[in-house]
């Protein structure tokens, strides 16, 4: 069956099964990889995108679901400018291995778009869902308040 999906602002026609994950829609059939598998059952965020804007495990989320335009980690910046929440990433020196990475950046974006101004509880709470090895933590709460400010600041 063909699903017409938009993602990063482009529309897509797959021809895949409606109980496909999003996941592989993305990595497979449209070949963008940024977006990472990590469990396979929405435990460590690795696969985190935005559905109209909101955070989403796209393992657990089947093709026939997806409700809204898809925003993966390729489509939050630019080739030429970063978003805030990125260029706070770098800033932060937050990526160790980077597995994670993509997820984290996903969501705390989300995380931002509806709390422009979070305090360290709910970016705890937002973020619980993310796991990273190599505990970045501090990093990862640190850019995102950077990222705030910057966002504040533009």
Known sequence: MSTTLRINGITHQVDLPDDVPLLWVLRDEVGLTGTKFGCGVAACGACTVHIDGEAVRSCQVALSDVWGDVTTIEGIGT??????????????????????QSGQIMQAASLLA???????????EAMQGNLCRCGTYPRIRAAIHDAAKMMKEA
């Open 79 to 100: 080739p030429d400018t970063m978003a805030a929440v990125q260029q706070a990433w770098v800033a932060n020196q937050v990526a160790q291995c980077g597995y994670c």
């Open 114 to 124: 509806e709390n422009p101004s979070p305090s360290d509880a709910e970016i705890d």
